[in-house]
Structure formats: C-alpha cells, structure tokens
C-alpha cells in the first residue's frame, strides 16, 4: 500500500516557476514508477511527466518541467519552469507497480489528493 500526498501548488505569474513535492509512504517506494498527471476544468486528466531510473515528459512540458525523486526521502519533485496559462490545472501524483516506464494511467494504482495549480496571464 502507498500513500501519496502532494504539496507546492499555488498561484504564479506566467513565466514563473513552481515546484511540486509529493511525499509517499511504503517500504518499497524505490521500486514504484512515479508519474504526475495533470486534470484542467472540463478536460480530462493528463499524463505530464514519470520516473524511473529513467524519465519520460509530455510533449507539451518537455524542456520547462523537471521530475526528480529522492528515494531516500521517498519524495518526488516537479520542478516547473516557464509555466504558461494553459498548464493551469489540478496536479496529481501517481505510483505504478511497474518495472518499466508507463504514461498509462491506467497502469498507476495508487494517487494523491492533488494540489492545484494556476498560472495568470
């Protein structure tokens, strides 16, 4: 069982930057995949970013944001730069019981309650 809890969210100018926390428990944290996943109003709920020992982005955050995790700390970061209005949105953590990288939602088991996000013009 995992538990994930974000934190970092907030209101930013665009142009600005952000960065996401979500702190996991579990024994076993190293051998998750963890990904961030992205819900706007009326959209559905998006891939962003996961990691392994390997990383893989969204074409719309590749280059401005940054997934790390600290399996010491059992954290995983989002570090968003450049942010823009469009990446306004409710931000989740995920884990994933997977030896690969996944973009699947489908393939993620465990989710946070989300930390909001909203970026001004």
């Known amino acids: 069982q995992v538990q994930l809890v974000e934190s970092g969210g907030g209101l930013v100018r665009a142009g600005g930057s952000l960065r996401l926390s979500c702190a996991a428990s579990g024994r076993t944290f190293s051998s998750y995949v963890l990904g961030w996943f992205r819900q706007a109003p009326g959209k559905e709920r998006e891939f962003v970013a996961a990691?392994?020992?390997?990383?893989t982005y969204a074409d719309s955050v590749r280059g401005r944001f940054t997934i790390s995790r600290d399996n010491a700390k059992h954290i995983v970061y989002l570090q968003m730069n450049s942010l823009k209005p469009e990446d306004t949105a409710h931000y989740y953590c995920?884990?994933?019981?997977?030896?690969?990288?996944?973009?699947?939602?489908?393939?993620?088991?465990?989710w946070g309650q989300g930390t909001q996000v909203t970026v001004s013009s």
């Open positions: 990691i392994t020992t390997s990383t």
């Open positions: 995920a884990a994933a019981d997977r030896w690969y990288l996944t973009r699947s939602m489908t393939n993620y088991k465990y």
